[in-house]
């Protein structure tokens, strides 16, 4: 089994920045991908950005473009999420999410381990 845990966020400003961690435990686990969700409250859970580590490609929802980022650090078998020029609208419960296999990098479903998410409040 494959555990995901988020940590990092926070309350912060308008224009702030904040990094999520997402470090993973358990079975040796070499994952194909890796995405970044958020679910803000009354709304479904949407893509942020996903990467094919095959590729090093990254895919982004365009809210996001040009301001969130991700890295890893394979020797701590941890992703970050670098979230800057944050927005009112980025407020939600953020989740990171593996998948063993290449996949259709957008969808939710398609990924095989989630997190717990972490909470991310950005006050204007």
């Known amino acids: 089994q494959v555990q995901l845990v988020e940590s990092g966020g926070g309350f912060v400003q308008a224009g702030d920045s904040l990094r999520l961690s997402c470090a993973a435990s358990g079975q040796t686990f070499s994952s194909a991908a890796m995405g970044w969700f958020r679910q803000a409250p009354g709304k479904e859970r949407e893509f942020v950005l996903g990467t094919r580590w095959s590729s090093g490609y990254t895919y982004y929802a365009d809210s996001v473009r040009g301001r969130f980022s991700m890295s890893r650090d394979i020797a701590k078998n941890t992703v970050y999420l670098q979230m800057n020029s944050l927005r009112p609208e980025d407020t939600a419960v953020y989740y990171c999410?593996?998948?063993?296999?290449?996949?259709?990098?957008?969808?939710?479903?398609?990924?095989?381990?989630w997190g717990q998410g972490t909470q991310v409040t950005v006050s204007s």
């Open positions: 999410a593996a998948a063993k296999s290449e996949i259709q990098i957008m969808v939710a479903r398609a990924y095989d381990y």
